[in-house]
């Protein structure tokens, strides 16, 4: 990603969050009640809050949590095209790897964006060594 000003980053995060939940609407009726983008050099993250529906909430209580966390990543990978290009065409970058998690208590939903040439997703001779990182 080309060096931004702090005001730029915060505009393509507000917008790629706000698209994600228009997105997430539109699609399951009922989006997030909050939401933050985070980019950086090798991935975007989008953290969502409140953004499982009454039926999930309902089937959670009822025992059914697998079944919820199960839908929630059958659901993800449908929508893995439109949400890849909303990062994508405000990024500037492609999106080389999507991975996705929801918990229900609390509530809380994440996109995750690896982005072409993260220092993560070069070949192992050009990766600095990992032992290093935390």
């Given amino acids: ?20 939940v228009q997105l997430l609407k539109q699609r399951m009726g009922r989006g997030p009640t909050k939401a933050r983008t985070y980019l950086n050099n090798e991935c975007v993250l989008v953290l969502l809050r409140e953004g499982h529906t009454p039926s999930e909430q309902t089937m959670f ?5 697998r079944s919820v966390a199960q839908s929630r990543v059958d659901i993800s990978e ?4 439109p949400l890849v290009d909303i990062v994508e065409e405000h990024t500037g970058r492609k999106v080389e790897g999507f991975l996705s998690s929801s918990q229900q ?6 996109f995750v964006f690896v982005l072409e040439n993260s220092p993560l997703t070069q070949s192992e001779d050009a990766a600095p060594d990992a ?3 935390a």
């Fill in 61 to 65: 209580e009822g025992g059914g949590a």
């Fill in 105 to 110: 208590d609390p509530d809380l939903l994440d």
């Fill in 78 to 81: 449908m929508l893995r095209e």
């Fill in 131 to 133: 032992s290093h990182s």
């Fill in 1 to 20: 990603m080309e060096q931004l000003s702090g005001l730029q980053v915060e505009g393509k995060a507000a917008t790629i969050s706000r698209e994600v």
